[in-house]
């Protein structure tokens, strides 16, 4: 500086700054678009919040500048870009928040990780459960998120929210928290639409990425629970008062995981009725070609509902996966059951071909609705609700006529559980030929 007025050193030599400033602004920049360059760099501002204080030199600076500038009767928006840094500040960390998020959403599902609380023994969870009872406390572990797996990259989303909720409730600045805050709301808003267009193809084709889809979304959900609350007393207000909340947007993920896992339990299932399809409605199963199609319809149902069972069994809940598991066989085994007893004529060796054919299939069942090897057996019958239904007819297909009128047993019987009276009859018809006896078994079935 040289007689109040500043100087730059150039290879050139000394000129005068002031006069520099003149001529750099008539130049550069027409009038007012000085300020919109101003706004739209963002290279000099603070990248955290606790550099916010070391930008008050700038500050300093710039007023002086500012003040040599007035002498010249040059008005610049400098000092006022610098006083606020805080909402540029504010401005860029968001701007760079959002496009953090998206570059996370964008990432492959298939990546991922085990989360949820880990299975306990089942001792102590009775011990747990008596003495929530004792103290008239809810049970532990009733809020918990089950074990499941979930995609490495929307862990990574998770945790950038609570980081910035985190730097939110730190020291920062009012308008820079409820700024910071809303980021993360938008974040989530954003996931909505972006995830199930950006990964549409996956989420329809790929069994495996739908349900790491529903996980996500629950995984996201359990979060937003307490995530708002977790901050609310060190944010500024509004925000502390009650604003400060993300449960309006749990029944929106919520949602986002059912439509997109239902979706792919009805490609499942179409795909599973379609192979049946194949079996030509179980008829005349005797003759080669029929029984090589009848074969191959079940032998392609087992192929798919064991690919689903190894690439959901570690990913789904286990809840979850055996409610999937058992749906999807349910529609199977009705779909069989409603073919094989529409049959108006099964003769003897069509019987002995469809009791061998589809006792394999019911054999497999247990083993495909169980979550994991090391989970617990699930009782079959509990889940899978038309499997009583298929092992009667099973029955039927491979007992004598005496033997049906007693499982029926006037009525009473496991086969008058799932079986009509006039079903029955028309299985014993279709089985049976036309004799005095078999007019007699019909008698007894009312």
Same mark, same amino acid.
């Given at each position: 500086?040289?007689?109040?007025r500043?100087?730059?050193?150039?290879?050139?030599?000394l000129?005068?700054f002031t006069?520099f400033?003149?001529?750099?602004?008539?130049?550069?920049?027409p009038?007012?678009?000085i300020s919109?360059?101003l706004?739209?760099s963002?290279?000099?501002?603070?990248d955290?919040?606790?550099?916010?204080?070391e930008?008050?030199?700038?500050?300093?600076?710039? *007023?002086?500048?500012?003040?040599?500038?007035r002498?010249?009767?040059?008005a610049?928006p400098?000092?006022?870009y610098?006083?606020?840094?805080?909402?540029h500040?504010?401005?860029k960390?968001?701007?760079?928040?959002i496009?953090?998020?998206?570059k996370?959403?964008?990432r492959?599902?298939?990546?991922?990780?085990?989360v949820?609380?880990?299975?306990v023994?089942?001792?102590?969870?009775?011990?747990?459960?008596?003495?929530?009872?004792?103290k008239?406390?809810?049970?532990?572990?009733?809020?918990?998120?089950?074990?499941?797996?979930?995609?490495?990259?929307?862990e990574c989303?998770?945790?950038?929210a609570?980081?910035?909720?985190q *730097?939110?409730a730190?020291n920062?600045?009012?308008?820079s928290?409820?700024?910071?805050?809303f980021?993360v709301?938008?974040m989530? *808003?954003?996931?909505?639409?972006?995830?199930?267009?950006?990964h549409?193809?996956?989420?329809?084709k790929?069994?495996?990425?739908?349900?790491l889809?529903?996980?996500?979304?629950?995984?996201?959900?359990?979060?937003?629970?307490?995530?708002?609350?977790?901050?609310r007393q060190?944010l500024?207000?509004?925000?502390?008062?009650?604003?400060?909340?993300?449960v309006?947007?749990i029944?929106?993920?919520?949602?986002?995981?059912?439509?997109?896992?239902l979706?792919?339990m009805?490609?499942?299932?179409?795909?599973?009725?379609?192979?049946l399809?194949?079996?030509?409605?179980f008829?005349?199963?005797?003759t080669?070609?029929?029984?090589?199609a009848? *074969?191959?319809?079940?032998?392609q149902?087992?192929?798919?509902?064991?690919?689903?069972?190894?690439?959901?069994?570690?990913?789904l809940?286990?809840n979850?996966?055996?409610?999937?598991?058992?749906t999807?066989?349910?529609?199977?085994?009705?779909h069989?059951v409603?073919?094989?007893?529409s049959?108006?004529?099964?003769?003897?060796?069509?019987?002995?071909?469809?009791?061998?054919?589809?006792?394999?299939?019911?054999d497999?069942?247990?083993?495909?609705?169980k979550?994991?090897?090391d989970?617990?057996p699930?009782?079959?019958?509990?889940?899978v609700?038309?499997?009583?239904?298929?092992?009667?007819?099973l029955?039927?297909l491979?007992?004598?006529?005496?033997?049906?009128v007693?499982?029926?047993a006037?009525?009473?019987g496991?086969?008058?559980?799932?079986?009509?009276?006039?079903d029955?009859?028309?299985l014993?018809?279709?089985?049976?030929?036309?004799?005095d006896r078999?007019?007699?078994a019909?008698?007894?079935?009312?």
């Amino acid at each position: 500086m040289h007689n109040g007025r500043f100087k730059i050193n150039t290879q050139s030599g000394l000129y005068d700054f002031t006069d520099f400033c003149v001529c750099a602004k008539a130049e550069c920049y027409p009038e007012g678009d000085i300020s919109s360059q101003l706004n739209s760099s963002t290279s000099d501002l603070p990248d955290l919040t606790r550099q916010l204080n070391e930008y008050k030199a700038v500050i300093t600076a710039t *007023e002086g500048f500012e003040a040599s500038l007035r002498k010249t009767e040059t008005a610049s928006p400098l000092l006022t870009y610098a006083r606020d840094v805080n909402v540029h500040f504010a401005n860029k960390k968001c701007q760079e928040l959002i496009v953090e998020a998206r570059k996370l959403m964008k990432r492959e599902l298939h990546n991922t990780k085990r989360v949820g609380t880990m299975k306990v023994d089942n001792k102590n969870v009775k011990d747990q459960t008596q003495d929530a009872k004792d103290k008239c406390h809810v049970s532990e572990g009733i809020c918990a998120l089950p074990e499941c797996a979930v995609s490495e990259s929307i862990e990574c989303l998770v945790n950038l929210a609570y980081q910035t909720l985190q *730097e939110a409730a730190s020291n920062t600045p009012q308008c820079s928290a409820i700024q910071l805050f809303f980021t993360v709301r938008n974040m989530f *808003e954003i996931f909505c639409d972006v995830v199930p267009t950006y990964h549409r193809d996956s989420l329809q084709k790929l069994p495996q990425v739908c349900a790491l889809h529903h996980n996500n979304c629950m995984y996201i959900a359990h979060h937003l629970l307490t995530l708002g609350h977790q901050y609310r007393q060190s944010l500024p207000p509004p925000l502390c008062d009650g604003t400060s909340t993300f449960v309006d947007l749990i029944p929106v993920f919520r949602k986002l995981a059912s439509e997109c896992f239902l979706a792919q339990m009805r490609i499942q299932r179409d795909q599973l009725v379609e192979n049946l399809s194949g079996a030509e409605g179980f008829d005349q199963v005797a003759t080669d070609d029929n029984f090589l199609a009848c *074969e191959r319809a079940i032998k392609q149902v087992v192929h798919q509902l064991g690919h689903l069972q190894r690439v959901w069994t570690d990913i789904l809940p286990s809840n979850i996966f055996t409610k999937a598991m058992s749906t999807l066989i349910n529609t199977v085994l009705m779909h069989i059951v409603e073919k094989v007893s529409s049959l108006e004529d099964i003769s003897a060796d069509d019987a002995q071909q469809l009791y061998s054919l589809l006792w394999g299939l019911q054999d497999r069942i247990p083993h495909l609705i169980k979550p994991g090897e090391d989970e617990e057996p699930v009782l079959v019958q509990s889940t899978v609700d038309q499997l009583m239904s298929f092992s009667e007819m099973l029955f039927m297909l491979d007992a004598s006529m005496q033997d049906i009128v007693d499982r029926w047993a006037e009525g009473k019987g496991p086969l008058a559980m799932v079986f009509s009276a006039s079903d029955v009859k028309s299985l014993i018809r279709a089985i049976f030929q036309n004799t005095d006896r078999r007019a007699t078994a019909l008698a007894k079935i009312r």
